[in-house]
């Protein structure tokens, strides 16, 4: 019985640390892939499902997202170092100037009230495989 425990207590230590060697590799996994993940190098804008504009992330610029009837409904888009973000807007939340900046591929910013969508996307380039398609 008691050389029996003493076994089984090795084969749990094993398995132990075959889980956490699998944890580490899961996580070395997650971190490579989060951290390496592309960039993208495009926004999209579409108002209400429309394409509004496409951005090129290397360009610094100010974009007025006008939106609504009379155009009363702002949203103002800033793209500075490679990222973009809303940096003020009327509308009631403020969901979307609140949004940290996007830039990694398939990141967006969502201002619901405007119905405005702004979404990191790559441009497909010859010398960019894209694996995850
Ligand atoms: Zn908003």
Redesign the pocket.
Known sequence: MKERNGISKVHLRNDVVMIILLLVLAGAGALYLFAFRGSGDTVNVTVDGELYGVYALSEPRVEEIRTGEDGSRL?RLVIRDGKAY?ES?S?P?????AHRPVFRRGESIV????R?VITVVTEQRADSPDIVA
């Open positions: 949203n809303v807007a509308c939340d403020g969901i979307c100037a201002c619901l009230p405007h405005v």
